[in-house]
């Protein structure tokens, strides 16, 4: 079993619409809590960071963590065409010795057509 | 201001060709990893370094040899390329400030094909 799981999609909706993306994770010493989005034959690009449990918002984007469920989740609300890109999520632990390595889930591929 | 460059963006080998991918950042980054991209497996860590003249092993390190003799380049070569090696390939750079947020940058990866 993956440390993180992510539905790969793709996902198609229509512009305006309320999307929710979700990773799910074995481990938990991880702690902090990343989407990162990347565009076609792009990098990726750190969307949200969030530290523990909670909610954290920024502009059309909410980005929750639940660590009792081991569950994360992103939501982007009145999605635009220029949302479309693959949104992958990650995480860490908060011991030292991993020296910051992310644990990425296989991405989920939106598409968001007019 | 570059960030995290790569060279070269494209590239197709042989098998048993050898090659080398160079990434380089100007942020004055201790750490630099890099990962591998493949349909459906997401990004999987091959090697990284936490500083000039210091590698190691990540998830996936077989067939990958690395080198960091400079702090701002981070080199990943492929002795004797396998099909499998096909892939796209990120380079990332991340601050030791000791700030857990420091983020990881990438840069815009090379796609590698190896027949």
């Known amino acids: 079993q993956k440390e993180v799981e992510q539905d790969p999609g793709p996902l198609s909706v229509p512009e305006g619409a309320i999307v929710s993306l979700n990773c799910t994770y074995s481990n938990s010493a991880f702690q902090y809590f990343m989407w990162y989005r990347q565009y076609s034959r792009k990098g990726p690009e750190l969307l949200m960071y969030t530290y523990s449990s909670g909610n954290k918002e920024d502009g059309r984007f909410t980005a929750q963590v639940d660590k009792s469920s081991k569950y994360i989740s992103l939501f982007i609300r009145d999605s635009q065409p220029s949302d479309s890109a693959t949104y992958l999520c990650a995480m860490k632990d908060d011991r030292g010795s991993t020296l910051g390595r992310l644990y990425f889930g296989r991405g989920t591929q939106l598409t968001v057509w007019p | 201001n570059a960030g995290v460059t790569q060279t070269p963006k494209f590239r197709v080998l042989k098998t048993g060709q050898s090659m080398t991918l160079l990434c380089a950042q100007d942020m004055n980054h201790e750490y630099m990893y890099w990962y591998r991209q493949d349909p459906g497996m997401g990004l999987r860590l091959i090697h990284y370094s936490v500083g000039e003249g210091t590698t190691a092993k990540g998830e996936v390190p077989d067939g990958y040899n690395v080198s960091r003799l400079k702090k701002q380049n981070f080199l990943l070569g492929l002795e004797s390329a396998a099909p499998s090696q096909t892939s796209v390939y990120f380079c990332?750079?991340?601050?030791?400030?000791?700030?857990?947020?420091?983020?990881?940058?990438f840069g815009p990866g090379t796609r590698l094909t190896v027949l």
């Open positions: 990332a750079s991340r601050s030791n400030r000791g700030r857990e947020e420091d983020t990881q940058y």
